[in-house]
């Protein structure tokens, strides 16, 4: 398995049978291959439907039936369509249970950081639903690989960039450790097969407490 | 009574140097795209366009920025589409801000209805913060609401709208179809003058009432765009070159 196979993997273990759930592009909607068994989900897109299935055949695929990322879909028995409005209105009011969110950064006051870079000396490349996601969604947690390509540590003492979302992070995953975020502080609950607590700390920036129940990823 | 049905370029003769337009669609599907490719045969210039993403990369919309044709776009995003990054990180696009979608849609439904703007509670602490929005009319306003902070996100409204819808009666009664109904309907009354683009005209009485998505008293202008089948295969085709959709060997 590859670091993104890992993370998706670990992340489906937070998905709850009847659970409506919207989930982010690349790693987090590959968590989706790896629900435990038992376990269904209602998808949440946020363009417009309650209850998404898979991608459709060439010669099936329908051009007024798309996801959030504007991907041919398919609309299984029991699925709904909704207006813009009142989809985002769901996102905001909190409808949806849980979500699965990439991140630039995420800090352990649970502020998450994932719409924005400076490009040119401009923020780029916008926001989209991600606000109102992080607004109303009762379980947010975030996927990402633990350090960047400099090694640099993206679980912060506290972000900097433009926050997507304040105080509302519930879980963090990346390939190497699994923490919750409470308050002010996170609560390291796993660690990937092979690496020690020290390992861990040296390669995260935000202060950390080992959880009483701590254990080794299951991967 | 008169029928609203006519050709693209008679309905587009609204559509001038520096029109503000409403277009709907989310990231091009259920876009009205036989429209938007005549707005780019047109060259029309100095264009503020306000939709809910920029659109797809090669395709509709970004066809729009390619050409310089748009001052201003009022967006919830400019990524996705690398035209709209391009001329937006060269400077050629003014995005003044980015709205949450949520908040963008709320605020086309304010204009839609007639009320001044919306309240909104998202990203108050975040798109408030001083520095982040540098080219600002005037700074976001904050108001306490029985507790709750709220933004003042006054209301969008645009001098010609754009939809894309399933079918049309000759009155301009229109049903959608599926997902692509998305902000369309919202769309089609926030414009002065409405134009929508459909898969099929049918006579008057074929649409039942109850499935009617927005109201004839709404459009001004129905067009013929690609049928069912050819909008089909356009998508097709766009999926496949993206990666998005597969041909089984």
Same mark, same amino acid.
């Given at each position: 398995? !590859?670091?993104?196979?890992? $993370?998706?993997?670990?992340?489906?273990? /937070?998905?709850?049978?009847?659970? =409506?759930? @919207?989930? &982010?592009?690349?790693?987090?909607?590959?968590?989706?291959?790896?629900?435990?068994?038992?376990?269904?989900?209602?998808?949440?897109?946020? !363009?417009?439907?309650?209850? $998404?299935?898979?991608?459709?055949?060439? /010669?099936?695929?329908?051009?007024? =039936?798309? @996801?959030? &990322?504007?991907?041919?879909?398919?609309?299984?028995?029991?699925?709904?369509?909704?207006?813009?409005?009142?989809?985002?209105?769901?996102?905001?009011?909190?409808?949806?249970?849980?979500?699965?969110?990439?991140?630039?950064?995420?800090?352990?006051?649970?502020?998450?950081?994932?719409?924005?870079?400076?490009?040119?000396?401009?923020?780029?490349?916008?926001?989209?639903?991600?606000?109102?996601?992080?607004?109303?969604?009762?379980?947010?947690?975030?996927?990402?690989?633990?350090?960047?390509?400099?090694?640099?540590?993206?679980?912060?003492?506290?972000?900097?960039?433009?926050?997507?979302?304040?105080?509302?992070?519930?879980?963090?995953?990346?390939?190497?450790?699994?923490?919750?975020?409470?308050?002010?502080?996170?609560?390291?609950?796993?660690?990937?097969?092979?690496?020690?607590?020290?390992?861990?700390?040296?390669?995260?920036?935000?202060?950390?407490?080992?959880?009483?129940?701590?254990?080794?990823?299951?991967? | 009574?008169?029928?609203?049905?006519?050709?693209?370029?008679?309905?587009?003769?609204?559509?001038?140097?520096?029109?503000?337009?409403?277009?709907?669609?989310?990231?091009?599907?259920?876009?009205?795209?036989?429209?938007?490719?005549?707005?780019?045969?047109?060259?029309?210039?100095?264009?503020?366009?306000?939709?809910?993403?920029?659109?797809?990369?090669?395709?509709?919309?970004?066809?729009?920025?390619?050409?310089?044709?748009?001052?201003?776009?009022?967006?919830?995003?400019?990524?996705?589409?690398?035209?709209?990054?391009?001329?937006?990180?060269?400077?050629?696009?003014?995005?003044?801000?980015?709205?949450?979608?949520?908040?963008?849609?709320?605020?086309?439904?304010?204009?839609?209805?007639?009320?001044?703007?919306?309240?909104?509670?998202?990203?108050?602490?975040?798109?408030?913060?001083?520095?982040?929005?540098?080219?600002?009319?005037?700074?976001?306003?904050?108001?306490?609401?029985?507790?709750?902070?709220?933004?003042?996100?006054?209301?969008?409204?645009?001098?010609?709208?754009?939809?894309?819808?399933?079918?049309?009666?000759?009155?301009?009664?229109?049903?959608?179809?599926?997902?692509?109904?998305?902000?369309?309907?919202?769309?089609?009354?926030?414009?002065?003058?409405?134009?929508?683009?459909?898969?099929?005209?049918?006579?008057?009485?074929?649409?039942?009432?109850?499935?009617?998505?927005?109201?004839?008293?709404?459009?001004?202008?129905?067009?013929?765009?690609?049928?069912?089948?050819?909008?089909?295969?356009?998508?097709?085709?766009?999926?496949?070159?993206?990666?998005?959709?597969?041909?089984?060997?």
């Amino acid at each position: 398995m !590859n670091i993104r196979e890992i $993370i998706a993997k670990r992340a489906a273990l /937070e998905l709850n049978d009847g659970e =409506v759930a @919207n989930l &982010g592009f690349g790693m987090p909607t590959q968590a989706v291959n790896y629900l435990p068994e038992g376990v269904s989900l209602i998808m949440h897109t946020e !363009n417009g439907a309650f209850g $998404i299935g898979p991608k459709p055949k060439y /010669e099936e695929a329908n051009s007024d =039936v798309s @996801n959030a &990322g504007s991907e041919p879909v398919t609309l299984p028995p029991g699925a709904a369509i909704m207006s813009l409005g009142t989809s985002l209105g769901a996102m905001r009011n909190g409808y949806i249970d849980v979500t699965i969110l990439g991140a630039l950064e995420v800090d352990q006051k649970g502020n998450i950081a994932n719409w924005a870079v400076k490009r040119k000396g401009l923020w780029w490349p916008g926001i989209g639903g991600a606000m109102d996601l992080t607004h109303g969604t009762k379980k947010i947690v975030v996927t990402l690989t633990h350090t960047d390509k400099y090694g640099n540590s993206k679980i912060k003492k506290e972000v900097n960039l433009p926050k997507t979302g304040i105080n509302c992070v519930k879980t963090i995953i990346t390939e190497k450790a699994v923490f919750d975020v409470g308050d002010d502080i996170l609560i390291l609950r796993e660690i990937a097969p092979g690496l020690t607590i020290e390992e861990i700390k040296e390669i995260t920036e935000a202060d950390f407490i080992v959880s009483e129940d701590f254990k080794e990823m299951e991967i | 009574m008169k029928s609203k049905v006519m050709s693209i370029d008679d309905a587009l003769s609204v559509v001038k140097d520096g029109t503000r337009l409403m277009l709907g669609g989310f990231i091009d599907v259920g876009s009205p795209i036989m429209c938007i490719e005549k707005i780019v045969e047109k060259g029309v210039k100095d264009l503020t366009l306000i939709a809910v993403t920029p659109g797809m990369t090669g395709f509709g919309k970004s066809m729009l920025y390619k050409n310089k044709q748009v001052k201003e776009l009022i967006s919830s995003h400019v990524g996705t589409s690398a035209e709209s990054t391009k001329e937006y990180l060269e400077g050629e696009l003014l995005m003044k801000e980015f709205f949450p979608m949520g908040t963008w849609i709320e605020k086309v439904r304010a204009g839609a209805m007639g009320l001044g703007g919306v309240l909104v509670p998202v990203g108050v602490g975040i798109l408030d913060q001083p520095g982040l929005f540098e080219n600002l009319d005037k700074p976001k306003k904050v108001i306490d609401v029985d507790g709750i902070k709220c933004f003042v996100e006054p209301a969008l409204t645009a001098e010609v709208a754009i939809v894309k819808a399933w079918r049309a009666d000759e009155l301009g009664n229109l049903e959608y179809r599926s997902t692509s109904l998305n902000d369309n309907a919202d769309v089609a009354m926030a414009g002065k003058y409405t134009i929508a683009e459909v898969n099929e005209i049918v006579p008057v009485g074929t649409i039942s009432p109850e499935k009617v998505g927005t109201p004839g008293v709404f459009v001004n202008a129905i067009v013929q765009g690609q049928t069912v089948e050819q909008q089909d295969k356009t998508y097709r085709e766009l999926w496949l070159s993206q990666g998005k959709l597969n041909i089984e060997e």
